[in-house]
């Protein structure tokens, strides 16, 4: 597909399709307590809509699930390659990626998100900023079913990345720094925790990946355009004139040399 193509709806319909076939094997895989049920099915749901969508901040929050599944599916398939629902699930998955991968490119979605640089970078950021949310969230879920008392960093953790995501795509400043001081946040979290999950840290990187383009326009600045050169043409020499017998002005082009071989001639006859 050329770069700015619109995206035909069979694909963005395909593309849909294939993230409810993984939201489907997620469920076959996987169960949990009814309010996990309700809110997995209520964003997948939610993902499966926004995937075909052609906004920007659409494909970001649809995309951001897509990849949870993906992730969870590659994970569980080779940790228990006996399992044949795991496979499926990521296949699945990563089709809807690659079909809706070029909703991120037309001539729409770079007029709609359109940063002076690092344009991949921060869509990577925001994507991968949902796609942790959807995690922390899921966790959150479980640990407020079991009165947990992590659930509110869980729970804050998933609300700060979704803000961030949102922010950034939305090509807010304050997106950037939800995101950093979500990082903060957690980290602090993870350090007073007595008995931190080490999958908290992972709530950690988005952030840091939102605010990795910032750092690197401050330390690496862009060149500044060259100024353009400037062209002085000098003035054309006026033309000479010369007066001749008759007084009449002779122009420079007629002052032409005089042929030496006919003068030459002309001197030696009598």
């Known amino acids: 597909m050329k ?15 294939s993230l409810a076939a993984a939201g489907l094997y997620w469920f076959r895989c996987f ?11 209520a964003v997948v749901a939610l993902s499966v809509v926004a995937i075909g969508r052609r906004s920007v901040l659409a494909q970001v929050l649809g995309r951001g699930p897509a990849w949870a599944l993906f992730l969870t599916g590659l994970l569980f398939a080779w940790k228990m390659p006996h ?3 795991y496979a499926p699930m990521s296949v699945a998955a990563g089709a809807a990626l690659l079909l809706s ?27 991968s900023a949902v796609c942790v949310a959807a995690f922390a969230g899921l966790i959150g ?29 939305r090509m807010r400043a ?9 990082t903060i946040f957690v980290l602090v979290s993870a350090a007073v925790m007595r008995d931190w999950d080490p999958w908290l840290l992972q709530c950690a990187a988005p952030g840091a990946l939102l605010a ?10 862009e060149q500044e355009a060259a100024a353009p050169a400037m062209r002085i043409e000098a003035a054309a020499p006026p033309a000479l004139r010369v007066a001749g017998d008759a007084g009449a002005p002779v122009e420079e082009s007629e002052l032409a040399e005089p042929d030496l071989v006919g003068e030459s001639s002309a001197s030696a006859s009598p």
Do not use: D, I, N, Q
């Not at 770069?3 to 399709?17: F, I, N, P, Y």
């Not at 879920?141 to 922010?167: C, K, N, Q």
């Open 174 to 182: 304050w997106g950037v720094l939800l995101g950093a001081l979500t």
């Open 31 to 41: 169960g949990g307590p009814p309010v996990v049920v309700v809110g997995v099915g």
């Open 101 to 127: 991968s070029p909703l991120l490119r037309t001539a729409r979605a770079r007029a709609e998100f359109a940063p002076a640089r690092f344009r991949r970078t921060f869509l990577a950021g925001a994507t």
């Open 212 to 221: 990795l383009p910032v750092a690197l326009a401050k330390l690496f600045p």
């Open 83 to 85: 399992h044949a629902l």
């Open 141 to 169: 879920l479980v640990t407020a079913w079991y009165f947990t008392p992590h659930t509110f960093v869980w729970l804050a953790s998933a609300a700060g990345l979704l803000g961030a995501a949102v922010g950034v795509v």
């Open 3 to 17: 770069l700015g193509m619109e995206v035909s709806r069979g694909r963005r319909l395909a593309a849909a399709g």
